[in-house]
């Protein structure tokens, strides 16, 4: 390891022979307290000292949760807030604050807190040991002493005081340039122990440089902007295709104090290389616009445009006034997953490149920056063959690992470049520097103490070598929170003063000249951590997104405009592989299957419509089927195959079983397919219509159907033929007949007319001779009696009305 010498050819460090001898003198503590007991009790009532105008304790307490009565070191939880500077210079009083508690259950009294600096921490390896005791009330240097100190009568169970202590930093006695360990402790008396003795203690570090150092060391500080994935693979029918959000949790990132707002103010401050997934750069840039956010089995308008905006124009005048950016590849894809996962599935790399490609073009539209794009870097840094192998096959060749992975067996920490074969540079980032923020700073204490030891280490690399100058790379988590974000802050700018580094950027330091010493091999696979392997995508990802990019396929080569399909999925699949599922096996997955079930549901909008039995008369007869298309856009380039499972009975166009014809629908229409189908027998015959690709690939579910053929022989149609044709000649006969008959009967009504006649004209004269004895009386017309007759007219008689 790179601290393997730290000591430097010394036996023991003056911080250990300091830990040796007060251990013997911390050992005749209980005996020497035990023989002035009785001396020690009668003052447990003095009243006692209410602090000087250095140090000053609280007048208002907090109450805290009470435990059962702890001993030792647990009686009195110390807490340091603030420490002020971190890095102090000649002339600077240095300022801490923070609480003490009472974690008994009864009261301590007599309590004083003191400020206690021990001897200078020699190596890095001395301040995590350093670290790893920063509560042990043993072993402890005498305090400042003086005015130097805070004192409290009495400390009630469970409540918290607050102190504050203003130390010159002349009266710390720092020694040399280095880091020093920085005690505030608690003393006091218990009911059990009556007798002064340190209660509790909390340790930090305190970097001494008070001047510049001939040789700074290079100091890159990487400022992730990664989010998980937002966007789901769908969009609205409009032109502008408006994307859908799975959530609108987002929004909360992008807001004042939200974690992706925090880290553009901060970073806009700070000399950092921005490291960019171009992925969320689109997404809030969609956002910004009209978006919708799913909710249920429908979708709502998306209403944080404001908020996305304002992040947006800030992140871009940051790095205008910044222009250090680096691109991961669209989505940041998990490398470890794809290399482990996905390298034997044919096609998934291809997804890499392709996300490479578009990273730049995004960055640079958004942000109006040329992006370094040539990085790679895999979870925490983590490689082996197989990584670096995926990575440089999507256009890196520069992977930044971590020198937990590609470790040194140095007395220093080497630069980060190094070449590792091939063309490729691995960017070795120190693994110490780049976790100092991973555990919980949530609480102004607990990042205090995680600052404080971020400059102990960075100063400690310095001083391995001051001879040598060397570039160090920090590369921290992936997503820091908004309280992580601002320890980093905290942390970099007390390096403002560049005492004994400054600040440089990713692309120098790649660049930079590799320690010849520095080790160039990449680990073995079997090397790979088991709990990052555990976290990887599984194979079956990679066969579930091969199947949705074969369906995609298939899907835009009969669109007329494949485009607004291609780019919402190619980012879908993108993200389906990203770093951040790491965690959240079942979030990818259910993305996945959410992708899939709509590349379907929009594939299925193109489809045969499901035909009823059909009855085929004759030799031959047309037989139908329906495309319909429901998608708002036209298909093209698409065959419909009919076939029919029996020739013998029924053949399909040219006499063949099979027939087929090309398909074009526009948007929103149905269009009829028709067939000729020519029978040779009787009965039943299965037929299968099926769409295929102009390539040969089936598109869609096949759609069977049955035709009934009933086929007339010739005999038949002669028996037919005969049947008509005696019809024909029984209409002929039964109309001559009925011809005869309306003849016969219309002379036999003229001679009865004309009979009439002459009956008439005897009985006028007979009437002319009465008119004669009866004058001026005219005489009635003959009225006809004769009955209307009832009957029906006969068939084919005509009737006038």
Known sequence: MAEAADIQGMKHSPARRWLGRSAAVAAGVPLLAGLLGGLAAP???????????????ATTASPASATAEPSGSSTVSVALDTLAPSAPKKGDTLTISGTVTNKSKKPVTDAQVDLRVG??????????????????????????GGK????????????????????????????GDGVYQLGVSLTGRTEAEPYDHTLGIRRTFLPWQPDSVDTKTKFTYLWPLISTSHVSAETGSDERQTPVFENDDLAEELAPGGRLEQLVSLGSQLPVTWVVDPDLLAT??????????????????????????????????????????????????????????????????????????VAAKTVETILHVPPATDFAWPVDGAVDPSIVDVATSAGADKVISRSDSIQDNLPYTASAARPIGGGTTAVVADTRLSTAFEGDVSTAASSTLSVQKFLAQSLAVTLQDSSKQREIVVAPQRTPSAGQAQSMARALRGLDGERWTQSSDLVHAAAGKPDTNATTKVPRASRYPDKLRDQELPPSAFEELKRIDERLGKFKAILTLPDRVATPFANAVNRAVSTSWRGDATGAREYRHSVNRYLVSLASEVQLI?????TLSGRSATIPVTVQNQLLQGVDDLVLRLHS???????????????EQP????????????????????????????????????????????????????????????????????????????????????????????????TGAGDAEEGADSAGSEPGQPSDPTPDTRPESGDPSGMGEKVDR
Not at 329 to 352: E, K, R
């Open 119 to 144: 001897p200078q921490l020699v190596g890095r390896t001395a301040i995590d040991d350093a670290d790893e005791r920063s509560n042990d009330t043993t072993n402890d240097p005498p305090p400042v």
């Open 645 to 659: 499972t029996n020739a013998t009975r029924l053949k399909l166009d040219d006499g063949s079983a099979v027939a």
């Open 148 to 175: 130097y100190k805070v004192e409290f009568a009495k400390l009630a169970s469970g409540i918290s005081y607050d102190f504050a202590l203003s130390v010159p930093v002349s009266k710390l006695a720092l020694g």
């Open 663 to 758: 398909i074009k629908v526009d948007g929103g229409h149905t269009q009829v397919v028709k067939f000729t189908g020519a029978a040779n027998a009787n009965g039943p015959v299965e037929l299968t219509a099926q769409l295929y690709t102009t390539d040969g690939r089936p598109y869609g579910s096949p759609m069977a159907f049955q035709v009934r053929v009933s086929e007339l022989t010739p005999t038949v149609m002669l028996v037919i033929a005969g049947g008509v044709l005696l019809l024909v000649l029984a209409g002929v006969r039964m109309y001559s007949q009925r011809k005869r008959a309306v003849a016969a009967k219309a002379a036999e009504d003229k001679a009865t007319a004309e009979a009439t006649a002459e």
């Open 284 to 357: 809030v840039e969609a956002m910004a616009d009209t978006y919708r956010v799913k909710d249920g089995n429908t979708t709502v308008a998306g209403t944080n445009q404001l908020v996305a905006r304002t992040w947006l124009n800030s992140l871009e005048k940051a790095v205008q006034d910044n222009g250090n950016v680096v691109t991961l590849p669209f989505g940041d894809p998990d490398l470890a997953s794809l290399a482990h996962g996905g390298d034997d599935v044919s096609g998934t790399l291809g997804h890499l490149q392709g996300s490479s490609e």
């Open 610 to 614: 499901q035909k009823s039995e059909l």
């Open 43 to 57: 003052q447990a009532t003095a009243a006692p000292s209410t602090g000087s105008t250095a140090a000053t304790g």
